[in-house]
Nanobody
Framework: QVQLVESGGGLVQAGGSLRLSCVASGNIFIINAMAWYRQAPGKQRELLAA???????NYADSVKGRFTISRDNAKNTVYLQMNSLNPEDTAVYYC???????????????WGQGIQVTVSS
């Protein structure tokens, strides 16, 4: 089993910045893709940013140029640097990792528990 724990959320004023972190622990052999999603009230969960094992990044148009995804493989951690935040960014943010587990070498998709980000106007 693998656990993902997010941190760094909270309340910020419009125009401000936050940095989210997500640490994976447990039965990890290697982590392939990492990603961040968010879900606002009454809306579907949306993919914000993805980072593959070879370093390729993809961003949703809504966050391109403002958000940056990065990873620290040694720490099994993915980050999301969020700049120029606006009230429309208010949502619960989730990390997602594609983890190959030790012994089984099976790839499984794991989610964090979600963390609230609130941007005030």
């Amino acid at each position: 089993q693998v656990q993902l724990v997010e941190s760094g959320g909270g309340l910020v004023q419009a125009g401000g910045s936050l940095r989210l972190s997500c640490v994976a622990s447990g039965n990890i052999f290697i982590i392939n893709a990492m990603a961040w999603y968010r879900q606002a009230p009454g809306k579907q969960r949306e993919l914000l940013a993805a980072l593959t094992g070879d370093g390729t990044t993809n961003y949703a148009d809504s966050v391109k140029g403002r958000f940056t995804i990065s990873r620290d493989n040694a720490k099994n951690t993915v980050y999301l640097q969020m700049n120029s935040l606006n009230p429309e960014d208010t949502a619960v943010y989730y990390c997602n990792m594609e983890v190959v587990e030790r012994r089984t070498y099976v790839s499984t998709n794991y989610w964090g528990q979600g963390i609230q980000v609130t941007v005030s106007s």
